[in-house]
Each structure stands twice: as C-alpha cells, then as structure tokens.
C-alpha cells in the first residue's frame, strides 16, 4: 500500500529567483510531481503567477506538473493552463458553480482533472463527480500561504475519501502542513500523494527532505 506514496514539492516555497533550476534540483532529488500553486488574490488572499511562468518551467523537467489553481473564476483560464504545460489541473470546488463542466473541459485537453476543497467544505462535495475527476486534493491548511500548521480535523475527511473513492482510478492528495510527522498520519488515512513545500524548500539536502516525507517501505 504505501509503495505507491508520491511527493509533490510546491514551488511556492522554493527560492524564487532560482526556479528553474530548484525545479531541476526537486527533479534530480526524486520527487514525484512539481505542484505549481497559482493564486489570484481573490479566492485567496495572496498572488502567485500563472501560465507564463509554467510555460518556461516546462522544458526544465519531464515531471507531471500538478497545477493548483486557487483563482475564481477557473473555467475561462483552463485552456491557458493546459497549453502552457500541466498536465494536472486542479480546481476548487468552492470556486466552480459549474464544476463538472470544468472537469470536462480539462479532460477535453487530454488532462487529468482535479478537484480540491477546502478545510470547511465536506467530502460530500465531491461525490457527484467521482466517475469524472482523476485526483482529489484535500486542503489540510487554509489555501494562501506555505508553512501553516496542519490542520487534524482533516484526517478524518481523508479517511472518508478513501472509503468513497473505492476502487475507482482516483489519486487522493494532501496539501499544507505536511512533514515527516504528519505525513505518516494522512498516509495511514489513506493519502497517496503528499504536496510539501516548507518541508522540501525549508532547508537542508532535497534528497533527504524528499526522502523523509515517504514512508520506511517505499
Ligand atoms: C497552500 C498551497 C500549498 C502550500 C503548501 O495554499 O496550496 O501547496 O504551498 O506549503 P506547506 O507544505 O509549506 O504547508
Ligand atoms: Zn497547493
């Protein structure tokens, strides 16, 4: 089971001014995914980047770059998204009125399609699109911001996702807070890929800090 744990370093902790090359550097220390967080000030309260940016970034990695998108509205931009190079589009729930709609659509770009909530929105939210969406992001901070503390009333949402995504091709992620402690807590819920920026990008060597997020089995 916790064989197939992955690690999605966010660039949003990462040395900005050194992008490209803190991509290669994750690449080369063994991460799974690159997890590109684009806020808009809007539906969150802080501002990232978008397409541009991970248009430059895709020739740096062969990796899958998983792409939160933390903007209201999502629909209009998806097309953007894809053609600068995702190859996960995440969006949120809270953020789509129309979200089956929008999980068609990235499909139609040959994507994968994501959807996330909130500490605040119930597993519930989700159920109507499980036989369309192909990663499921449980948010285990309040979205904005890298090294917030995790959130444990997640744990059990976790848990019930597991149990509702069955058998289904589904990837079940967690993103904020996430380190060496309460990695092994969301991966006994049932996560299989775990997003960490402070815990990457914080310090010390990426293989080790990479290393330390996966469970003893892998
Ligand atoms: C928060 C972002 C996260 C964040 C995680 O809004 O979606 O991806 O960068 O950062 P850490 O791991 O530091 O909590
Ligand atoms: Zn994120």
Redo the contacts with the bound molecule.
Sequence with gaps: MTKMVKIAP?I??ADFARLGEEVRAVDAAGCDYI?V?V?DGHF?PNLTFGPPVIKCLRPVTKKPFDV?L?INPAQPYLQDYAEAGADIITVHVEADPHLDRSLQVIRSFGKKAGVSLNPGTPESAVEHVLDKVDLILV?S?N??????SFIPSQLKKIERLREMIGDRPIELEV????NAETAADVIAAGAKVL?????VFGGGDYTDTIAALRPAAN
């Design positions: 966010s949003l902790s997890h967080d806020m969150v939160h933390m948010m901070v979205p904005g911001f890298g090294g917030q993103d904020g807070g996430i997003v960490a920026g402070n815990a």
